[in-house]
């Protein structure tokens, strides 16, 4: 591939000495109150442009606002939302970037800005640290500030050891290295690859170098043509003219530059996590119980597009299913026909739930894992994936495990669990709390109705994608629908006043009413697609029977550096951006580069089903009335 250095020339560089110091002389800490950042007109690669802030929308589903309650509010709590950043290991064997050309649901197999994933999760890291204090000013007493942030889920993308890892150091801060592959040795092998082969191997994990989809290269002579019309090289064009990424810009050195370890800020304040789908299930679907899905993942044979499976023998087709015909000799057989030899690496290894959590380490109560009931843990041998905490007086947070564990990307409550919640929220409202709810899914995609023991049973040599809980699953508790439901649970305690959830890569508010009280379901974009926001959420109390819950949406990154960086495109922004990944500029440029890029993703509408990810106006910057259920 083109080197990253050698792909600038003199007056790219002068244009990229110019660049930190005018793009960030509009300060971060900016919210979307202020600026917003929207596509550019017109068609093929659009930059991004500067749009106007967007002020609170108030809503009133549920309670009226009464007038002059600006004078008398005061600030009760403050927190940020992180969701679905979806992390991804480009690299891995375990992925089926291959079908992703076949379109919906196959559409999140690949996406052309994933390579910089890990550094536009840190760029949103970021500008939460910048946006701690609130934008709302009180009546009475100070203005709020950021005290935790929650994690909805799918903070991995594939259930990977590596992935999780990173995740874990880009929201504690410290060094990260995004590059997977390690040496071929004794202990790290590759069957059946000659010396020569190996030497090849050895030399790209020396050099550091990207290997995937996304580098024709590592595929070549594949016919049809248009086979490689699915897939963005930023190095070159492609082969065939009349694939989806054909208006994409050149950017040389660009995939390998991605893979530069580099310094994470870290959250300043304390983060807890939910389990997301793509947390517990391989490609977020399906079990990793399948013996060779595991070897897969560590080993260094991977399919790459080819001759013999046409994406089109697949459409209409989910991954859960894909993998699932993994045990079909045929299937499997023209699965590897297009295989290719890359460096193997044991950091790919599927995790279960237990060493999910303790892979997240030990800081703030284990990421909020520690705050489990040691007793319900024990009944589940370890599997358990909820749990609640007080994070202020007057104030309880329950975090739900919403993962069908028996496969599918949807989600369900098991009968354990249910039961588990509302003797929770019994004690919160007699301690008169006010409660916030969070899980990976929202209520509407809470449909799944398999069972966890379809995952089947753990043994000595099986631990990671089977049931590890002993405990019966049944019945299964759906979000809207069939007996027993979520959402019918939380509006029996008045004291609920507003559930937090991800999954759908979209930000969108709902409202759940009976008689005079309910509750906001507050969904999120994703950090993964467009438009890769965050959102802080507040609670303020009005002192007249009403209580506000504030919703800002906050950018990735400032708006000035969006379109400094975009503006250049195609034209420049290739060996700009490359060069500037290696700068002191370098977190706010790659968040810059991945959101532009994210935002002309062909399939961006079809992973946020047929939604723009921004969502409505009412929701995004919000103010959610709601009655003062405190008795």
Known sequence: MVSMRAAGTAGLLAIASLLPAAALADAAGKSTLEETIIRGPGGGFVPLEKGKGEGYVVRSEIAKPKADRAKRRTSMLMFAQLTDPQVVDEMSPARIELVDPAGAPLTAAFRPQETLGPRAFDAVVRSINANRTSKVKPGKGSRGKVSFAISTGDLADNQQRNETGWVRTILDGGRVDPFSGKPISASNSCPGATPEQVAALNQKVAERRYTGVQNYDDYPGVTPESRYGGFWDPDVASPFRGGIYDAFPRVPGLLDAAQAPFKAAGLDVPWYAAFGN?????????????????????????????????????????????????????????????????????????????????????????????????????????????????PRKGFRYIVLDTIAEGGGASGNLDDPQYRWLESELKSARKANSLVFVSSHHTLETMTNTTPDEEAGKCTATLTVGCDADPQKSTPIHRGTTGKNDVESLLLKYPNVIAYVNGHTHRNEVISHKKGKHGFFEINTSSHIDWPQQSRTIEVTDNLDGTLSIWGTIIDSVPAAVAVTVGVLAPGLAGPLVADLLAGSAAADVAGAAALTIAANDPQSEATTDGVDGRGQRQDRNVELIIPDPRR
């Open 278 to 390: 793509h947390d517990a299930l391989v490609q977020g679907n399906a079990p990793a119980s399948i013996e060779l899905i595991q070897k897969f993942s560590v080993g260094c044979l991977k399919p790459f597009p080819t001759s013999g499976l046409d994406p089109a023998s697949v459409k209409g087709q989910t991954e859960s299913q894909i993998f699932k015909r993994l045990t079909d000799p045929s299937f499997l057989g023209t699965l590897l026909a297009g295989g290719k030899l890359v460096p193997p690496d044991p950091d790919r290894a599927f995790l279960s739930k237990a060493q999910f959590k303790q892979q997240l380490g030990a800081a703030d109560k284990n990421h909020g894992f520690a705050y489990q009931s040691s007793k319900v843990r024990k009944a589940t041998n370890g599997a358990m994936g909820y749990y609640a905490f007080t």
